[in-house]
């Protein structure tokens, strides 16, 4: 068993710990290690701590040899995981920070969830050049007012002045496939990004207890304005590096294992729970199959209809398929103004119906998969507003506006009794879609297909000739008019 400590303040004491081998007997030399600071006690792998973990701590190691005489010589701990070390930047640990930092719950600053070291690139989308063309000649006469030292502010005005009016009028009237491209932009807010937002306390869990932690799904306690929930979303990555360790946010069956192992963990002790989803899908690799994707996904849905608890379901980005709704079965579906919640996604829409990916403007149009859409289709309770810009110009507001809602209708669910809760939970998906009863229908199938282009195969069934069509067309008016005559 292997015990570590690190420093938390620059105070100086001493403090020691052991090193012993499981694997050794006890007549070995001892090891002692001695270090400065006041230190925080690290669990072993055994007991939770299996990440890589590389601090930057200098010890003083001695052993004793057969006389009783010490050797010092310096060492620097180290954890490594799979022989690899982890970058030193990853874990701020607290003699890493500033004393400001060390205020509050540490909780926060020992999640691996931290703010980019550089701002993202602004990114343009396609129905946005207008705006990009103004920002040139904006920063035109800047350039020009710094290089002359003359006094431009009239015109740099008025330039603002047009760049929000345009920018007004583009996402006042914003199509579906619009929609669709701010849903996806590489720079909106992540679950994590609201989380961290709308929380007062929060500590992430990982885990489905069969051994996988899938990254692509986050779990995790939260306490708004006093009161504790457990929060689970589909996370997406900020980079390409982000995205890769994410999975794009492609949960896989371990994925939703762990999320229903949290909402059961959730309804034990009462606590609401807040799902986020933001995905374009189920993972649909071979491994995710084989390890029962669609089990996964099946039972997170009969289970979710069970719950004894308040369950509110946001959709913040994308939302594709059993992917989205294994996390949102709920009391209540609310939507952020620019994302999008569809079975199928308008690339696969289109190739399965258009035979070509080219038509997906034209799918995106006929799914209705944007979120006005889906409130008059009674689907989505409530649309969260997003500021000017999309959810990405203004992260923050974003996320204050989410609470704003999440918490009002948390309040009128947390007033009802579970067994009301359970059956408005059911009623609310079985009145979802349209139909009709009592409306006489042809009794023969009837279907308007392309003729077959491929040749027939040796022995494969041939269709009727067209005789025996007309004398089984006559038999069936023949004997309805016997039943009719003997009625």
């Known amino acids: 068993m292997a015990s570590a400590v690190l420093p938390q303040s620059n105070s100086l004491t001493s403090a ?8 050794r007997n006890s007549n070995l030399n001892k090891v002692g290690v001695e270090a400065s600071g006041e230190f925080l006690r690290l669990q072993s792998s055994k007991n939770g701590v299996n990440q890589s973990l590389h601090f930057g701590l200098v010890l003083r190691v001695g052993q004793e040899d057969g006389r009783g005489c010490r050797k010092p010589r310096k060492t620097t701990a180290m954890l490594k995981k799979g022989g690899r070390k982890t970058p030193d930047k990853e874990y701020p640990w607290p003699q890493k920070m500033k004393p400001e930092d060390l205020m509050g719950s540490p909780l926060r600053f020992l999640s691996r969830f931290k703010p ?4 993202p690139k602004p990114v343009h989308l396609p129905f946005e050049l207008p705006l990009v063309d103004i920002q040139k000649k904006i920063q035109e006469v800047r350039e020009l007012a710094n290089s002359t030292g003359m006094d431009f502010s009239i015109q740099l005005n008025e330039l603002q002045e047009k760049y929000d009016e345009v920018r007004r009028d583009l996402y006042s009237q914003l199509s579906p496939v619009q929609r669709l491209s701010v849903a996806r932009h590489p720079n909106r807010p992540t679950c994590l990004d609201h989380v961290l937002n709308i929380t007062d306390k929060w500590l992430e869990l990982h885990g489905d207890r069969a051994g996988y932690d899938d990254p692509a799904i986050i779990t995790g306690i939260g306490q708004i304005e006093g009161m ?7 996370q997406k990555g900020r980079n390409t590096k ?20 949290m909402m059961q963990h959730a309804a034990h002790h009462g606590f609401p729970i807040l799902t986020f989803v933001d995905t374009p899908g189920a993972y649909a690799g071979i491994q ?17 209809f069970g719950l004894r608890v308040p369950i509110i379901t946001t959709v913040i980005g994308e939302g594709g398929s059993g992917g989205a709704l294994a996390i949102g079965c709920c009391d209540k579906m609310l939507m952020l103004e620019n994302s ?3 079975v199928a996604s308008p690339e696969a829409c289109a ?23 889906l409130v008059k289709l009674d689907v989505v309770d409530e649309i969260i507003p997003e500021p000017l810009g999309g959810a990405h110009s203004d992260p923050l507001t974003t996320s204050m506006n989410m609470k704003t809602v999440i918490m009002k209708h948390m309040r009128e669910l947390l007033k009802m009794e579970p067994d009301p809760l359970l059956a408005q939970r059911v009623a609310k998906f079985r009145k979802i879609g349209s139909y009709q009863e009592g409306v006489k229908v042809d009794p023969r ?4 297909m392309k003729p077959r282009d491929a040749p027939m195969e040796m022995g494969e069934p041939k269709l009727l000739p067209s005789h025996v069509h007309q004398n089984l067309e006559l038999s069936l008016k023949t004997a309805s008019t016997a039943a009719t005559t003997s009625e």
């Open 228 to 234: 504790s929930f457990m929060f689970i979303g589909h």
């Open 340 to 342: 999008v919640y569809y």
């Open 242 to 261: 982000e995205n890769i360790y994410r999975n794009f946010a492609m949960p896989t069956p371990n994925g939703y294992r762990k999320a229903l192992r």
């Open 445 to 448: 199938f009837k279907r308007n």
């Open 288 to 304: 995710a199959e084989e390890r029962g994707q669609g089990e996964a996904i099946a039972r997170n849905l009969r289970e979710m």
């Open 116 to 119: 980019l070291p550089q701002k």
């Open 16 to 23: 020691k710990c052991s090193l012993v081998s499981p694997s």
């Open 351 to 373: 190739a399965i119906l258009w035979k070509t990916a080219a038509a997906a403007p034209q799918a995106t149009e006929a799914l209705k998969i944007t979120a006005h859409e």
